[in-house]
């Protein structure tokens, strides 16, 4: 399976910008997809999760800004960011499971400036 990000940039603090994750098979009966992101000189962190039965979850640094969501017939997994911070800065990653196997993304920059 392969997982291609796309929707990234920059953006000034309070903006919005929506990722898109399209995958190269169904996702229909996939586990849970969801996004990670990566700032410079830190760990890669959780951000959202989205289940097969579309319960999401968020991580408090997100929540109330940022939406996960998907679309089986497009094979996409996306994620609307409002209200950004310059901490949001990072590398997104999108990230899959299926049949206990995990695949993520090559990642795409998200750069908001203050």
């Known amino acids: 399976v392969q997982l291609v990000e796309s929707g990234g940039g920059l953006v000034q603090a309070g903006g919005s910008l929506r990722l898109a994750c399209v995958a190269s098979e169904s996702i229909h009966s996939m586990t849970r997809m969801g996004w990670f992101r990566q700032a410079r000189g830190n760990q890669r962190e959780w951000v959202a999760t989205i289940t097969v039965d579309g319960t999401t979850s968020y991580d408090d640094s997100v929540k109330g800004r940022f939406a996960i969501s998907k679309d089986n017939n497009k094979k996409t997994l996306y994620l609307q960011m409002n209200n950004l911070k310059p901490e949001d800065t990072a590398v997104y990653y999108c990230?899959?499971?299926?049949?206990?196997?995990?695949?993520w993304g090559r990642g795409i920059q998200v750069t908001v400036s203050s």
């Open positions: 990230h899959g499971l299926w049949s206990y196997s995990n695949y």
